[in-house]
Structures are given as C-alpha cells and as structure tokens.
C-alpha cells in the first residue's frame, strides 16, 4: 500500500487548512490512522489518529480544540483539518497506518506517507 498526502502550503496565521491522505494499492478500512508532524530539527510528533471505523479519534492534549481526524473508508481517504493555524504548526505532516501498540508511538505504524509541508506565517 502507499499513501499519498496533500494539501499541505503556505497560510497565513489564523487561517484553516484540510490535509488530505489517500491510500493505493488496499483498503486501510481495517487500519486505524494516524497524523504525526515534524518540524525543522525536532523529533516526529503525534498529532492524532481515528479508528478504523471512524468512531473515535484520539489526540493528544496539546492538540485538542483545533485539530479534526475524518476518515472516508469508501474513497480510501483520511482528513486532518488544522482550524486557527499558528506560526509554530509549520511543520512537515506524515499520515500512517498503524498495525498495533500504542497510537502515540510512531513505532506503532508500519506504513507512512512522504509528508505534506505546512507553512505558517505570522
């Protein structure tokens, strides 16, 4: 399988922006997901992930309020939409597929994107 992620660019602070990731090859429909970001020089963080049914979405707390996981199982698809975007969200955002462990660790997803770039400005 291979995932494709886009929608990435350059929005100015306080915009929206919606990532989109597409997977060929098989379903993910019996794949939870996950988004993850890296910014320049610092370490991969976990941004969220939804179930494989689209029923629950976990995030971590630092990214409560402005960031939403969809999924679309039909069209192979899962959304993160990023409302309120700051200077500090400028980062490179990676969809996976996770296969087991903790949803937090990247360690537990064995298939990932090449990554969309987001650019805030201020």
């Known amino acids: 399988v291979q995932l494709q992620a886009s929608g990435g660019g350059l929005v100015q602070a306080g915009g929206s922006l919606r990532l989109s990731c597409t997977a060929s090859?098989?379903?993910?429909?019996?794949?939870?997901m996950g988004w993850f970001r890296q910014a320049p020089g610092k370490e991969r963080e976990f941004v969220g992930a939804?179930?494989?049914?689209?029923?629950?979405?976990y995030y971590p707390d630092s990214m409560k309020g402005r960031f939403t996981i969809s999924r679309n199982n039909a069209r192979n698809t899962v959304h993160l939409r990023i409302s309120s975007l700051k200077p500090e969200d400028t980062a490179t955002y990676y969809c996976?597929?996770?296969?087991?462990?903790?949803?937090?660790?990247?360690?537990?997803?064995?298939?990932w994107g090449q990554g969309t770039l987001v650019t805030v400005s201020s």
């Open positions: 996976a597929a996770r296969y087991a462990g903790n949803y937090e660790s990247p360690a537990g997803y064995d298939t």
């Open positions: 090859g098989r379903t993910l429909s019996n794949n939870a």
């Open positions: 939804i179930t494989w049914s689209g029923d629950s979405t």
